[in-house]
């Protein structure tokens, strides 16, 4: 059986990642990476998936917390190195 890690292993996914989607949703981690691999073999997926962590960035400036922000930021700008879009 795999583990969740072998998951995202698998999918080029960090757990930090996994836990911007998690939160974004209001769901746990395990069904985030459910999620996030599956979103992460189209370029619909990962086009939503970069909006998800934009938004996340977006509601911590909001909020004042800009911590969370450059986090999430540094979270997003790795997730889009590692699976860019193209058109």
Not at 70 to 87: G, I
């Amino acid at each position: 059986m795999l583990s969740i890690r072998d998951c995202l292993d698998y999918c080029d996914i960090t757990d930090d990642e996994v836990a911007l989607v998690a939160e974004h949703e209001g769901i746990p981690d395990a069904a985030a990476a459910q999620v996030v691999c599956g979103l992460v073999q189209t370029p619909e997926g990962v086009l939503l998936l970069t909006n998800f962590m934009l938004d996340l960035v977006e509601r911590a400036n909001e909020c004042g917390d800009k911590e969370k922000a450059a986090k999430a930021e540094s979270v997003c700008a790795r997730f889009m190195a590692d699976h860019p879009l193209t058109h």
